[in-house]
């Protein structure tokens, strides 16, 4: 990346901070800068039918500090998981998004919360983007009433209404079709917002992809599709699964964009122009070439379709936290203690909050009966041969 200084000042969208528990104290005034910087993206964006953005991003001292911040709780957070899954404190699905964390950080950067987004079961770190807590992070992978879905919803269901967040989905590419129905509803208020709809490689086979792109493109609705491609849908390669891998070019007649999803300043540049094009010309695709370091799952060792080599070659070159790191080092931004300081930090911070989170209560066994009818409707629940009366539903 190279990095020159802008002389005039301009508005800036920070990305602000996901959570509380970092401390101010170890900045230095050079890291808490707003000067206008300009950083050119690694790689050049390729297009579909509609121009490329710049290259060139805005971006300020502070800002970039706050990346490496980000995602750097991101990537412990989602380590913690790991740990907790293989301890028998998480159960059931747990899909973990180590290695693309530069996508949720960068879409951030460049919109507001009254855009919504819109995503599958890889959805901690969104989630925190979209102003969640590590606290009902915590709670809710391990299914206690502090959760963001008061345990109800686990790994694949997180949810934030209030930050523009609408899951976490588990059926592969059903949250698409969802997207496109905020979208109509954002048209229909006319309040100049957006949706992102992600999905992964693996989804974009799937046909009611095709169905939403075909109503969104018909309305014109300021719908966004991001496809997060980290190249495995499950132990699948892109190349197995698609006769087309080139996703920006999926929607044939919605333009398209080709992203370095390890760039988090590429992401942000990337977005921006995706929420001025879908206002005013309706649908586009996003394609973030990114990649996961974890397994599919944490059912899958993530070893027997790609070898070592290949993740430790990604991790040595396109780490979306070391590309940060390496911009706020050789620009003097910030030391390298500094940047240590702060992991270790995160670090602690992490594990308080995991502490904490195991004191949280379950959830009643009633509660499973909560949130499924409407109230007031006096459904009841029967036994299995209708013999016995359970209960009857508030």
Known sequence: MALSRVASPSPLNLLKPLSSYLSLRRRSLSSLSTEPL?????????????????????????????????MTLMRRMEIAADSLYK????????????????????????????????????????????????????????????????????????????????????????????????????????????????????????????EALNISALWDLPSIFVC?????????????????????????????????????????????FAKEFALKNGPIILEMDTYRYHGHSMSDPGSTYRTRDEISGVRQERDPIERVRKLLLVHEISTEKELKDIEKEVRKEVDEVIAKAKESQMPEPSDLFKNVYVKGLGVEAWGADRKELKATLP
């Not at 964006?45 to 805005?58: K, L, M, Q």
């Not at 592969?172 to 905020?182: D, E, T």
């Not at 006769?243 to 540049?269: F, I, N, T």
Request: neutral net charge; contains cysteine.
């Open 87 to 210: 301890a028998k404190l998480i159960r059931g699905f747990c899909h973990l998004y180590d290695g693309q964390e530069a996508v949720a950080v960068g879409m951030e950067a460049a919109i507001t919360r009254k855009d919504c987004i819109i995503t599958a079961y890889r959805d901690h770190c969104t989630f925190l983007s979209r102003g969640g807590t590590l606290i009902e992070v915590f709670a809710e992978l391990m299914g206690r009433r502090d959760g963001c879905s008061k345990g109800k919803g686990g790994s694949m269901h997180f949810y934030r209404k209030e930050g523009g967040f609408y899951g976490g989905h588990g059926i592969v590419g059903a949250q698409v079709p969802l997207g496109c129905g905020l979208a109509f509803a954002q048209k229909y208020s006319k309040d100049e917002t957006v949706t992102f709809s992600l999905y992964g490689d693996g989804a974009a086979n799937q046909g009611q992809l095709f």
């Open 228 to 272: 997060e491609n980290n190249h495995y849908g499950m132990g699948t390669a892109e190349w197995r699964a698609a006769k087309s891998p080139a996703y920006y070019k999926r929607g044939d007649y919605a333009p398209g964009l080709k992203v370095d999803g390890m760039d988090v300043l590429a992401v942000k540049q990337a977005c921006k």
């Open 38 to 70: 300009t950083v050119d993206t690694s790689l050049p964006f390729t297009t579909h039918r509609c121009d490329e953005p710049s290259r060139a991003v805005e971006t300020s001292a502070a800002e970039l500090f706050s990346f490496f911040r980000n």
